[in-house]
Structure formats: C-alpha cells, structure tokens
C-alpha cells in the first residue's frame, strides 16, 4: 500500500488542524493505521492508532483529549483531527500501515507516507 500525507500547516498555538492520508490499493481495511511525528533532533514517537475495524483507538498522553483519530474505508483514507495545538506538537507528521493488531512501536508498521510538516508558533 501506498501512503500520501497531507493537511500540515503552520498554526497559532491553540489552534487547529486535520491531517489525512490517503492510502492506495483495495486492501485498506485490511491495515491498522498509525500517525507518529518527529521533531527536530528528536527520535520519532507514537501520537495514535486506530484498529483495522476502527473500533479501538489509542493515543500517547501527550495528544491524549487533543487529538483524534479516525478512518473512512470508503475513501482509503485516515484522518487526525488536532485541537487546541501547542508549540511542542511541531513535527513532522507521518502514517503508517501495519498488517497486524495496531501498535504504538513503528517497527511494526511496514508501510509510511512521506510526513507532513505541522508547524505550531507561540
């Protein structure tokens, strides 16, 4: 499968932004998805993940009430909806595919879009 991120921005902190990643191929059901990010100078960390049915989400505490995310089987698509944003989300964004269970490690997940950039000023 193929992964295109896109949604990322610069915005105020306290402000908003919805990511999407839109995934290529028939078999996006099949995929447990995942955002991570990465800041500068930072190694990449886990922000949330949502199961193949998208019945179960997780999320780091760091985004935990602040962000959300969700999928649309029907447009192959993953979205992360970030709310009340703060200076230290500023990362690049990336998804993922994982063909097994969700997981917050990105070891597991085989397939990444190309990251987008979230840029929150103070």
């Known amino acids: 499968v193929q992964l295109q991120a896109s949604g990322g921005g610069l915005v105020q902190a306290g402000g908003s932004l919805r990511l999407s990643c839109a995934a290529s191929?028939?078999?996006?059901?099949?995929?447990?998805m995942g955002w991570f990010r990465q800041a500068p100078g930072k190694e990449r960390e886990f922000v949330a993940a949502?199961?193949?049915?998208?019945?179960?989400?997780y999320y780091a505490d760091s985004v935990k009430g602040r962000f959300t995310i969700s999928r649309d089987d029907a447009r192959n698509t993953v979205y992360l909806q970030m709310n009340s944003l703060k200076p230290n989300d500023t990362a690049v964004y990336y998804c993922?595919?994982?063909?097994?269970?969700?997981?917050?490690?990105?070891?597991?997940?085989?397939?990444w879009g190309q990251g987008t950039q979230v840029t929150v000023s103070s």
């Open positions: 191929g028939r078999t996006f059901s099949t995929y447990s």
């Open positions: 949502i199961t193949r049915s998208g019945g179960a989400q």
């Open positions: 993922a595919a994982s063909e097994g269970v969700v997981r917050r490690t990105d070891s597991f997940y085989r397939f």
